[in-house]
């Protein structure tokens, strides 16, 4: 039984230090291309688009629409 228990310990360790090894590289590759990706674009800079926003009268639309709304009740009583 002792036996056996040694072995189940041994082999958590061992997977947990695999994990722990896999996340630690992953974190340093993550930062080194986090790096390498922000000289990039010092160097090659994306165009930025202008948006164009219209500005439009929201009252002018609510009343239009409270307008609508009170001539189809009007046009359904009668």
Do not use: H, W
Not at 11 to 27: H, K, W
Not at 36 to 59: C, D, H, Q, R
């Amino acid at each position: 039984m002792n036996e056996m228990l040694a072995n189940g310990l041994v082999l958590l360790g061992m997977g947990m230090g695999f994990v722990l090894a896999f996340l630690t590289i992953l974190i340093f590759s993550m930062r080194i291309m986090s790096k390498i990706v922000g000289y990039l674009n010092k160097i090659f800079p994306e165009a930025v688009e202008e948006v164009k926003s219209t500005v439009k009268k929201t009252a002018a639309n609510v009343d239009e629409a409270i307008a609508v709304a009170i001539a189809a009740i009007m046009a359904k009583r009668s």
